[in-house]
């Protein structure tokens, strides 16, 4: 893979949602929504000869919101939460649902082939591998960035932001640990 791997993955998943139709999209500049996706990338069949990385697009989803707690039901007769992430999970499970149902014909599954050592009837065939995308980072602890050095030290102070300096020094060295580790 190479460095626009990435960006690859990004443009496939937009380029899959900016062929649906406008019907449920943001009709404006002040509207927005996250997107997110999950992508296969096939890597040529075993025992023919090589082909190149394709991306497949197999599931998509939309959304932002939570329902309030009064609203969330144990009985599965309401979707609780709608983020885009999980929405593109929910369609890839519906996705592999479907590839199980017809997996002698799959070209993504394949049977295990020691059922009984393994515990599964089925796995992702070698040579696709899975990517996730999604357009913002998620909710919660996640989408916590460091405080830019130029912000104030009232600003620092109202937002209880830790000094940048010590927290990149911090990083550098997890970094370096981390890059030495691995050699």
């Not at 007769?77 to 479907?98: C, K, P, Q, T, W």
Request: glycine share 6%; with cysteine.
């Amino acid at each position: 893979q190479n460095e626009s791997f990435p960006d690859d993955v990004a443009a496939s998943v937009i380029s899959q949602y900016n062929k649906l139709p406008a019907k449920g999209k943001p009709s404006s500049a002040r509207e927005w929504t996250i997107l997110a996706g999950v992508v296969l990338t096939i890597h040529g069949t075993p025992g023919s000869a090589a082909t190149p990385c394709h991306l497949r697009v197999v599931s998509l989803g939309t959304g932002s919101k939570c329902v309030g707690e009064s609203s969330m039901s144990d009985k599965g007769d309401v979707v609780n939460d709608s983020h885009a992430e999980i929405i593109a999970r929910r369609s890839f499970m519906s996705y592999l649902y479907g590839e199980l149902s017809r997996l002698d014909d799959s070209d993504v599954l394949e049977r295990c082939p020691d059922q009984a050592a393994h515990g599964y009837m089925a796995r992702i065939r070698p040579h696709i591998h899975v990517h996730f995308y999604v357009s913002h980072t998620p909710c919660g602890d996640a989408s916590i960035f460091p405080m830019p050095t130029n912000v104030s030290e009232s600003d620092r102070a109202s937002h209880h932001v830790e000094d940048t300096d010590r927290a990149t020094s911090s990083t550098s060295s997890l970094s370096s640990s981390s890059s030495s580790s691995s050699s």
